[in-house]
């Protein structure tokens, strides 16, 4: 069965139901039954084939004694899933929009990501990530839970059948200090290792090399087998999701510049090193 919607709400939405019910402790069967619908439905709605309605969302939220934090943000993306493009104006919360992230990289064959003043998340080492949650807006806990989440999430870099990584840095992402000059040091070492990964390409694009669209703000495209390729779009105050065609094509066109105007690897592995120092 083809999904009947493939917009990024649906698909963080079908991730989520998943992830509460087993959270819960519940069989797909046993909850399909608690709510009084076919187990074949329930899978639709957990693999995104179908996209089930608010009020069935709450049925299953209800049945499931979630608490209101995790309904709010549940019934939040309900009521959003069949929007072609998802805006998320409170980033912090870990879900929605962390969900939607996970589930994208997750199911990605390939990731192309430009950043221009930080390393982005899936090459950051611990302490280097540490240190930009723990100097961000939010609480000390939340954090945490944030770093958790993202060293899980580098798995997709290393597991069986990887992903494929293109990674996209400005020059001031590796030469301003974030955290200390060890912190540092470690990062760039660590961007060096994982360059002789064979499904990861990461180039440096120079500093003061003019305009270019870069310099407008970062974005991550996600590429995905038989389905359209999302671009994601964050800032401290809000984050969105892509969708439409036309709009993901013209962040395609920009990675191309982008990867025009960005040293070879060879010579962003001797910038590493020179950085290292």
Avoid: C
């Avoid at 019910?21 to 046993?30: C, S």
């Avoid at 929605?96 to 390393?119: C, D, F, K, M, S």
């Avoid at 958790?148 to 990584?165: A, E």
């Amino acid at each position: 069965m083809k999904p009947t919607s493939t917009s990024p709400g649906s698909r963080a939405l079908a991730a989520s139901l998943r992830e509460v019910r087993v959270a819960r402790g519940k069989g797909l069967r046993e909850l399909a039954r608690m709510v009084r619908i076919l187990p074949q439905l329930l899978s639709a709605w957990e693999k995104g084939q179908r996209v089930p309605q608010p009020e069935d969302v709450a049925r299953l939220l209800g049945a499931l004694r979630v608490d209101d934090l995790t309904y709010d943000r549940m019934m939040r993306l309900a009521r959003h899933a069949r929007d072609d493009n998802w805006l998320d104006s409170n980033p912090s919360d870990l879900p929605p929009a962390l969900n939607g992230i996970v589930e994208y990289e997750r199911t990605a064959t390939r990731i192309t990501n430009w950043y221009h003043a930080i390393v982005p998340g899936l090459l950051q080492t611990p302490d280097y990530a540490r240190a930009i949650l723990s100097n961000s807006e939010i609480g000390l806990e939340q954090a945490d839970s944030m770093l958790v989440v993202r060293l899980n999430r580098q798995r997709i870099l290393t597991r069986p059948d990887p992903v494929r990584l293109t990674a996209l840095i400005g020059e001031i992402a590796i030469r301003d200090e974030i955290g200390s000059p060890d912190i540092m040091s470690d990062q760039v070492d660590h961007l060096l290792q994982m360059m002789a990964l064979p499904n990861i390409s990461l180039r440096i694009v120079p500093a003061n090399i003019g305009y270019h669209p870069g310099l407008i703000g970062s974005f991550i495209l996600y590429e995905f087998p038989g389905l359209p390729a999302i671009v994601h779009l964050e800032n401290s105050h809000a984050t969105a999701f892509l969708h439409e065609a036309e709009v993901v094509g013209d962040y395609a066109k920009q990675a191309k510049i982008l990867s025009r105007k960005a040293l070879g690897e060879d010579d962003t592995r001797a910038l590493l090193r020179e950085v290292a120092r």
